[in-house]
């Protein structure tokens, strides 16, 4: 596991006068302690397959492509929606740290940078701003001591491997792991805007979720100086109604686009929305 220990609050200075005294003050911290998951899997590649194809690890490494993709997936998911008190062998995500706000009685501190979208239906989605400068960032990957982060490909080479009839085949097989999970740095440097009913949203944002009102208050809601390091995450419905909402707005001049890495990249305000589908149109409405 991974202890991080944030602030909570700064020390109180004292105005001062002549002869006066003045009183030390000092800085509050919390603590949280995030576990981590082992993710591992293999493939199975018949030899006849692989031989027939003229190019053994060329064959295997199609394979190997379609199970880091897996498991690329497995962590997006896992990176929202895990929640180890559920499933205790997976890390928990942002999803189940900011849960709950408004006068629930499980409400927390991270409440303050929930943002409702206005629906109390189960066909939701959420809208993420997640800050990852390099000095505290919103969201940080932990890994095992020991290991090493990303994927870990051991290949096992041909093997002779059981069936489950009790049968037996040869199969190339190969072996995949990955130590991973996430830390918190500074909870201020995420924003959850939840609650957007994926069924109701239109072009023009007269009914359903207004997204562009939505991303602008969330934005606000980041500490000072934090939008430089900030991205947007949405899935591909809001990535469609956002294009198709800021078209139709009066001042389009919101949405634009930046050349990052040599593609261009959707923005927001200037902050930078990316698309990822791993966000589902299925949550819960969070209270």
Request: charge should be negative.
């Amino acid at each position: 596991s991974h202890r991080n220990t944030y602030h909570t609050s700064l020390p109180t200075p004292t105005w001062s006068k002549i002869n006066g005294s003045i009183t030390p003050t000092k800085g509050t911290t919390g603590q949280s302690t995030d576990g981590m998951g082992e993710m591992q899997g293999y493939s199975q590649v018949d030899p006849i397959l692989a031989e027939a194809s003229g190019n053994v690890n060329g064959f295997r490494l199609r394979y190997d492509a379609m199970q880091m993709q897996g498991m690329s997936h497995e962590f997006a998911q896992t990176l929202f929606y895990g929640n180890a008190d559920v499933v205790p062998e997976e890390f928990t995500g942002l999803a189940a740290r900011y849960a709950a706000g408004g006068t629930s009685s499980l409400k927390t501190e991270t409440a303050e940078n929930i943002l409702d979208g206005g629906s109390n239906d189960t066909d939701n989605t959420s809208v993420w701003i997640i800050c990852m400068d390099s000095d505290t960032p919103g969201v940080s990957g932990i890994y095992r001591p020991g290991s090493q982060a990303g994927i870990k490909m051991a290949n096992k080479g041909l093997q002779t491997v059981a069936i489950g009839d009790g049968s037996y085949a040869e199969r190339y097989v190969t072996h995949y792991r990955w130590s991973c999970g996430i830390t918190v740095p500074d909870w201020r440097k995420n924003v959850r805007i939840c609650n957007i009913d994926a069924t109701n949203l239109t072009k023009t944002g007269s009914s359903g979720s207004d997204l562009l009102d939505c991303i602008m208050q969330g934005l606000e809601l980041l500490p000072s100086g934090a939008q430089s390091s900030a991205m947007i995450l949405g899935n591909r419905t809001i990535s469609s109604y956002l294009r198709r909402q800021s078209r139709n707005a009066i001042a389009s001049s919101t949405l634009g686009y930046e050349t990052v890495a040599g593609k261009p990249v959707m923005t927001v305000g200037g902050v930078p929305f990316l698309r990822c589908d791993a966000l589902l149109n299925t949550e819960s409405a969070v209270s």
